[in-house]
């Protein structure tokens, strides 16, 4: 089966600018998530969606950072304005559904650099 | 939410078996245990989970104690291919509201 597609691969922009990630999860995964991977560290989660609900976004900075899933299906995170402690990797990851029973397949992300 | 504890490196002989521990010693009943693996600029890779019983797949073997107190990562026969970041998580809250959080995980390097 094909995996979970993002693009752009690799994006630098400069502060203040805004930018969008997009994210075509595996076919038939109702849940999408949204994670973030700075230098060094473990992924953090940002959202989590069912179908095209968002059912958790509490670690969003919802003042810079939206996120949207249309038709439960593609996803697109965006950040306006951007920052210089942006620059990070944000992955996406789908699921068949509850976590319990379904682990998580994630794409290989968007390296950030904000300059 | 349950956390998890590793060895931030281990090394592992090519052709060794590579047993990576992991102490969650707060585990909860309804909780599972996960490992990932992450080579660099990837994405983490899914490698096996398990509640209760030990578990065996076409990557590795996870063998949980019985008090589900700690768990181990065996890859039996690890390859160059398989240094990566290595991550053991257990599932949060309910599985309707399942998130993984991860550690900082264990980095395997593998040497010929």
């Known amino acids: 089966e094909a995996g979970v597609v993002q693009s752009p691969r690799y994006k630098i922009i400069e502060k203040k600018q805004p930018v969008a990630f997009w994210c075509n999860p595996i076919s038939g995964h109702n849940t999408l998530y949204w994670y973030r991977q700075n230098l060094g560290q473990g992924p953090e989660l940002l959202i989590r969606y069912e179908n095209e609900e968002a059912v958790d976004d509490s670690q969003l900075p919802k003042d810079r950072f939206s996120a949207e899933r249309l038709k439960g299906v593609d996803s697109t995170l965006k950040i306006q304005p951007a920052e210089l402690g942006d620059s990070a990797v944000y992955l996406c990851?789908?699921?068949?559904?509850?976590?319990?029973?379904?682990?998580?397949?994630f794409g290989n992300g968007t390296r950030l650099t904000v300059t | 939410d349950a956390k998890t504890t590793q060895p931030p490196s281990m090394d592992c002989a090519e052709g060794r078996a590579a047993n990576l521990p992991c102490n969650h010693s707060?585990?909860?009943?309804?909780?599972?245990v996960y490992w990932y693996r992450q080579i660099h600029s990837q994405g983490p890779q899914y490698i096996i989970h398990?509640?209760?019983n030990n578990e065996t797949n076409e990557m590795a073997s996870l063998i949980i104690t019985e008090d589900r107190k700690s768990s181990t990562l065996i890859l039996p026969h690890a390859t160059l291919r398989d240094t990566a970041v290595y991550y053991c998580i257990v599932s949060s809250g309910s599985s309707n509201t399942g998130k993984l959080i991860f550690g900082q995980g264990t980095t395997l390097q593998v040497k010929p």
């Open positions: 398990g509640l209760k």
């Open positions: 990851a789908s699921s068949l559904g509850r976590q319990g029973s379904s682990p998580l397949h």
């Open positions: 707060t585990i909860s009943g309804n909780e599972y």
